[in-house]
């Protein structure tokens, strides 16, 4: 893509659940901002910065679609909290509000988020009881894709993870399976690239969200061992290791960034 930088102020607050999308198009989800997140737009280094905006409605949306070329369908954003790069279809502009205060992201011990992982837990649990199926790219209950699930279960405990199943791989730490605890995350994919995240609960066993191809198009509980069903069988022969969570994700400071997508 284009080099892109951040207007000068402007981060915004969902104010509802948005669909982020992989590219212009926005044929093809590549995540969701749910409810309160921020974002900031990015703007075409070819087109002037947008100025500050003053909170109000609708006046302010239409300020913002005023300088923006005719022929544009989506304009190109940055989540704040995983620093997660995507697309915002232009008719999800007025579901953003200009926010009073910009994100700061919070800072755990790795004690603190011990204490906090049953809330991790119980919330995959409770998203498996929900009638549900696999989405590519859901952050948003009740369909969540496998790495979209980990990041909800862990914000839901105030912890904030990477959004791929490989950016998470490489934010945890690696641990073996004998220091393997509840709350852990669990790695499968290639001999390159962790493609597939999953929660572990202890005794073999851990929650996932797994399409309709290889799993169970949606989530469930799946044993690490060969001799569990075909599900099973399939993602222990794809397992790359454990990452045990001992941070929650410092996103970088966007309005002083120029980025390459």
């Keep these: 893509m284009a080099n892109y930088q951040l207007s000068d102020v402007l981060e915004y607050r969902a104010r509802s659940n948005i669909n982020i999308y992989d590219s212009p198009k926005c044929d093809r989800l590549a995540t969701q901002a749910a409810l309160g997140r921020h974002l900031l737009l990015l703007q075409p280094l070819v087109h002037p910065p947008l100025p500050p905006l003053v909170k109000g409605g609708r006046e302010e949306r239409d300020d913002i679609n005023s300088l923006i070329p005719s022929d544009t369908t989506a304009v190109m954003v940055r989540l704040c909290e995983?620093?997660?790069?995507?697309?915002?279809?232009?008719?999800?502009?007025?579901?953003?509000?200009?926010?009073?205060?910009?994100?700061?992201?919070?800072?755990?011990?790795?004690?603190?988020?011990?204490?906090?992982?049953?809330?991790?837990?119980?919330?995959?649990?409770?998203?498996?009881?929900?009638?549900?199926?696999?989405?590519?790219?859901?952050?948003?209950?009740?369909?969540?894709?496998?790495?979209?699930?980990?990041?909800?279960?862990?914000?839901?405990?105030?912890?904030?993870?990477?959004?791929?199943?490989?950016?998470?791989?490489?934010?945890?730490?690696?641990?073996?399976?004998?220091?393997?605890?509840?709350?852990?995350?669990?790695?499968?994919?290639?001999?390159k690239k962790a493609t597939h995240v999953g929660l572990y609960l202890g005794d073999n066993r851990y929650i996932h969200s797994s399409g309709k191809a290889q799993g169970r198009n949606g989530i469930g509980i799946d044993v690490l061992s060969e001799n569990g069903d075909k599900v099973s069988q399939d993602y222990y022969r794809q397992l790359r290791g454990y990452g045990k969570v001992v941070a929650s994700y410092q996103s970088s400071n966007c309005s002083l960034l120029t980025v390459n997508c």
């Design 82 to 191: 995983d620093d997660y790069p995507g697309w915002l279809d232009l008719r999800d502009v007025e579901l953003l509000d200009v926010t009073e205060k910009v994100y700061h992201p919070l800072v755990l011990s790795e004690a603190e988020i011990r204490e906090k992982l049953p809330i991790a837990i119980t919330f995959a649990r409770e998203a498996m009881n929900q009638s549900n199926y696999y989405l590519w790219g859901g952050t948003v209950g009740p369909n969540y894709d496998c790495s979209g699930l980990m990041q909800a279960a862990f914000v839901a405990a105030g912890i904030w993870l990477p959004r791929d199943a490989y950016q998470q791989e490489a934010f945890t730490k690696s641990i073996s399976f004998s220091d393997l605890e509840p709350g852990d995350l669990v790695f499968f994919g290639t001999p």
